[in-house]
């Protein structure tokens, strides 16, 4: 099972970024995918997620309007559009796969994280 994070970077406030998170190893188009991040001395919080149905679920209100979250199931990849960054945005960001497998049973996998540095 593997989820690579990509995207992330250092970018001026009001910048954009696009993370990308491509899986492989389970069924994605079967799995709920979420971001999450974590700031420094801060407990990581969800920042959004994708059903296997494609609805969208859990947005933090900071990031409403400003970040979209999709999927591309024939490519096994779930993106974050990041607009309008702020420095508050400052974290590395995970991607997490959660569902369920009659070969597994139920499942939540983590990515490694890639680092979103917002500043001027």
């Known amino acids: 099972v593997q989820l690579a994070e990509s995207g992330g970077g250092s970018v001026q406030p009001g910048g954009s970024l696009r993370l990308s998170c491509t899986a492989s190893?389970?069924?994605?188009?079967?799995?709920?995918m979420s971001w999450y991040r974590e700031a420094p001395g801060k407990a990581r919080e969800l920042v959004a997620t994708?059903?296997?149905?494609?609805?969208?679920?859990n947005m933090l209100d900071s990031v409403k309007g400003r970040f979209t979250i999709s999927r591309d199931n024939a490519a096994n990849v779930v993106y974050l559009q990041m607009n309008s960054l702020k420095p508050d945005d400052t974290a590395v960001y995970f991607c997490?796969?959660?569902?369920?497998?009659?070969?597994?049973?139920?499942?939540?996998?983590w990515g490694q994280g890639t680092q979103v540095t917002v500043s001027s």
């Open positions: 997490h796969a959660r569902g369920w497998s009659w070969a597994t049973g139920g499942y939540a996998y």
């Open positions: 994708i059903t296997s149905e494609g609805g969208i679920t």
């Open positions: 190893g389970f069924s994605f188009n079967s799995a709920d």
